[in-house]
């Protein structure tokens, strides 16, 4: 009885799970203000993925993954931005600084910093990859 009743809580928590990933990561790295509104913000995506399964729309799946990779990228970069350089990325400074920076600058910062780029790339595409494999194929059979 106890296993039945925890089922669509656990449902909802997986759902759900992107944006307090978002909340949480941008909350710890940098400014909770902002991992609360962006991951409110990013719920948007539970909607659209809710009139995907009802429709059955291949549009609006593609938009409901579209959303939540804007909103997961969006979050790496905060992060990447306060955990490397301990301010916002819309940092006046740090806007002057790439308004100030020449090609063979910018080049030098990605050669620095390319293995962090590719393995952050790497391990989001993969988390991507598998949560949405499981959310499509698990709620595909629901009733809602």
Not at 6 to 13: A, F, G, K, S, W
Not at 30 to 58: E, I, W
Request: net charge neutral.
């Amino acid at each position: 009885m106890m296993r039945r009743s925890l089922h669509p809580l656990l449902l909802l928590l997986f759902l759900i799970a992107p944006a307090l990933l978002i909340g949480a990561v941008l909350g710890y790295a940098g400014d909770v203000s902002d991992g609360v509104r962006l991951g409110y913000l990013s719920l948007l995506g539970c909607v659209t993925f809710y009139f995907a399964v009802k429709r059955q729309s291949k549009i609006l799946y593609t938009a409901t993954v579209l959303w939540w990779l804007i909103f997961w990228m969006d979050a790496l970069l905060r992060t990447l931005s306060w955990l490397m350089f301990d301010s916002d990325p819309t940092a006046y400074f740090i806007v002057q600084a790439i308004a100030n920076t020449s090609l063979e600058e910018s080049l030098e910062f990605l050669q620095i910093h390319t293995i962090t780029a590719i393995s952050s790339s790497l391990a989001l595409f993969g988390i991507s990859l598998i949560y949405f494999y499981v959310l499509f194929k698990y709620f595909h059979l629901q009733k809602f």
